[in-house]
């Protein structure tokens, strides 16, 4: 009944995180639709016999730009993603300072690792560790050649073999269900959205202080036309809007997917119970200390930020990259 359970929530997750993923690029196609018709509405249209400007929508002219821009985007984003999905590895190396364990290193280590993937049915990863106090674990990469077991020394120390167990068999199932290539696309999407919005408000606030909030030579002699301002301003909300969609995106599948490898993770090492301890343990002195990159962060087997109380604990929780330790652990000794 408790495997049943387990491969019924796993099915569900990967439904639902196969959903969200698909609305990144819908998002992002989407909000750059919105921001020409914006763009069209307030550049188009007729004088009234009053002699007032009546904005219009071209709908058509929109669709037109559209197709002839859309392709422009998608080839960037395209570029851009592939650039970032293939050094991500290294990356997050160079960030946490993770060094390779061999096995005559910690033996220990190494040979639950291995043991776990022989119960698994999977190909052993490799096995980075990170001279840090703090109790950590994450999965990385995106293929055979580069998934990858990172922990902590902190870890190392605090953990008995059977917790340890459960948190390597927890990140084992992030790499067998493939988690961590789904979270490196959803974490470069909302990089790309997060760059054109910054981008943007720079421009903005360059605007702002140096050039004016506009000038004769941007409007339309007529008066339906828009100031560079107004453009910049109709981007950023365009850009914000899409930041904001892409980020509760990223984080709902984020912490769908811990509950999935939670389950993993109670299913191979055998004992639900010892990950719950462990995840006790982690929850007192999580993350890492010279690493401060939500984008590492939310890999983290428990995120090391705190939720706040009430209204604030409801907000944190919708911008949250996991689910409550408390709620882990529940569902845990439940199994």
Known sequence: MRYVGIQ????????????????????????????????????????????????????????????????WVVGGVALWFVIAYFSNTKMIQHATGAQPLMRRENPRVYNIVENLCMAGGMEMPKVNVIDDPQLNAFASGIDKNSYTVTVTTGL????NDEELAGVIGHELTHIRNRDTRLLITSIIFVGIISTVFTLVVRMIYNRMWFGGFSSSNDRNEKGGGLSTMAVLI??????????????????????????????????????????????????????????????????????????????????????????????????????
């Open 234 to 335: 109709i981007g950023a909300v365009c850009a914000g809007i899409a930041y904001l969609f892409t980020m509760l995106t990223r984080f709902a599948i984020s912490r769908k997917r811990e509950f999935m490898a939670d389950a993993g993770g109670a299913e191979l090492c055998g004992n639900p119970l010892a990950l719950a301890s462990a995840l006790r343990k982690i929850s007192a002195n999580p993350g890492l200390g010279d690493v401060e990159r939500e984008d590492i962060a939310q890999m983290y087997i428990i995120h090391p930020k705190k939720l706040g109380q009430g209204l604030m604990e409801f907000v944190s929780g919708l911008f949250a990259t996991h689910p409550s330790t408390e709620e882990r652990i529940r569902i845990l000794e439940q199994f």
């Open 8 to 71: 019924s929530q796993i099915s569900s997750n990967n439904r639902k995180s196969a959903l969200l993923l698909i609305a990144f690029p819908a998002i992002l196609l989407g909000m750059m639709w919105v921001f020409l018709a914006a763009l069209n509405y307030f550049t188009t249209g007729y004088y009234d016999q009053a002699g007032y400007f009546v904005n219009q929508l071209d709908a058509d002219s929109v669709n037109l730009t559209f197709e002839k821009v859309a392709p």
């Open 156 to 159: 190392l120390d605090r953990l």
